[in-house]
């Protein structure tokens, strides 16, 4: 007997690394899932798997541009995530997150359906509160080389609860904390599939600065047990809430621990600091405890294994 009453569902950003997850695990619960994608960043080999499934279906399609679907339920992922691919084309970026939302909570609103939001820890920018609270309004350059990633996922926060109060909509927005996992891209210069690909290739490890700063890293796998939690309270609770895994390592053990897990003979170099790179992240989950009854479970170790051998599998092929 399925657990959860079938429901018709967008994922836009489907074929991304979070997206991909989220997709396998909604046809898992047997829902009607309709994958919206432009493959910007993501891949149709992410989601390859899913394609001859009854329920599941796939769509070119850029969210800057209006959607006609008839879906119950929307997670509203797409948007390039990496500092890298955010900034190849940051007018874009700012344009997916904005435009982006603005055409999702449209068909949202036109369907009376509950929309997720994927926002990002992103909007506190360099910290000054730690751990961070959802309460912390937070310290962003709105005209630096990232805001138009920061800026853009506040605009569409901002959004979202001007939806929820004018029109009433069944809003949920989560503010997701760095994540890996399989299905990372291996160039998106993201600071845990890099590590892996140098230390895989016998390549320098490229710690940028001194690498004391910190970050807080979440297994795909437990994020997505959340996206799941959350989408699914009975109850409106439009959030936002913190997810994430509040263990935090500085740049530099992230480093030591992939160089141990994989046995690779590679140095640890030093590469420029870039520029409004957060010194410190950090969530505090507790809202994320009480309301989803939700921690992540997946020790870092144990996640770079699982990561370490996706990477492994990738490259040698
Ligand atoms: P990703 O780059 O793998 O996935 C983003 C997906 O969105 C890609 O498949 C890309 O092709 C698609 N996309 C981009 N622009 C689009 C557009 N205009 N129309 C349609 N599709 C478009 O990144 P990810 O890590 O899977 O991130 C997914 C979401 O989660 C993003 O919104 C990101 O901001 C958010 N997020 C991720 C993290 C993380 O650590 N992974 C942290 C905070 C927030
Ligand atoms: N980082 C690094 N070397 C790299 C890539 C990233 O030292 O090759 C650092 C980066 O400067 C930042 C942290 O790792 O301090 C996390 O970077 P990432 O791009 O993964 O995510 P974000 O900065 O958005 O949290």
């Known amino acids: 007997m399925k657990q959860h009453f079938e429901q018709r569902v967008l994922v836009t950003g489907g074929a991304g690394f979070l997206g991909s997850h989220l997709c396998d695990r909604l046809v898992a619960m047997g829902h009607d899932v309709i994958c919206v994608d432009n493959f910007f960043t993501g891949s149709k080999s992410n989601v390859a798997h899913l394609l001859g499934k009854p329920n599941f279906e796939l769509i070119r399609h850029d969210v800057t541009f209006p959607l006609y679907v008839e879906v119950d339920q929307i997670f509203n992922l797409a948007c390039p995530a990496s500092p890298i691919h955010y900034q190849h084309d940051p007018v874009q970026t700012t344009k997916t997150s904005v435009h982006g939302a603005i055409n999702m909570l449209g068909l949202a609103k036109r369907l009376r359906a509950t929309i997720f939001q994927a926002s990002t820890s992103e909007v506190y920018g360099d910290p000054s509160v730690h751990p961070q609270v959802e309460g912390y309004w937070g310290n962003v350059n709105p005209i630096g080389p990232r805001s138009c990633y920061d800026e853009g996922k506040r605009c569409a926060e901002t959004l979202f609860f001007d939806y929820h109060r004018q029109h009433g909509l069944n809003i949920k927005v989560g503010r997701i904390f760095n994540t890996y996992g399989p299905r990372m891209h291996p160039n998106d210069g993201r600071v845990v599939s890099t590590f892996i690909v140098q230390a895989l290739r016998g390549e320098p490890i490229t710690v940028n600065g001194d690498g004391s700063q910190t970050r807080s890293f979440c297994y795909v ?52 600091i870039p520029t409004d790179d957060p010194k410190q992240r950090r969530p505090d989950i507790s809202l994320a405890r009480a309301r989803l009854g939700w921690q992540p479970t997946v020790q870092l170790a144990e996640g770079l294994k699982k990561t370490v051998e996706y990477f492994d599998a990738t490259l040698s092929r």
């Open 221 to 272: 796998s437990d994020l997505i047990e959340a996206f799941v939690r959350y989408m699914d309270l009975p109850e409106m609770f439009p959030g936002p809430i913190n997810l994430g895994n509040p263990v935090e390592f500085t740049i530099r053990e992230l480093a030591e621990e992939v160089i141990k897990l994989t046995g690779s003979r590679s140095k640890i170099i030093s590469s420029p």
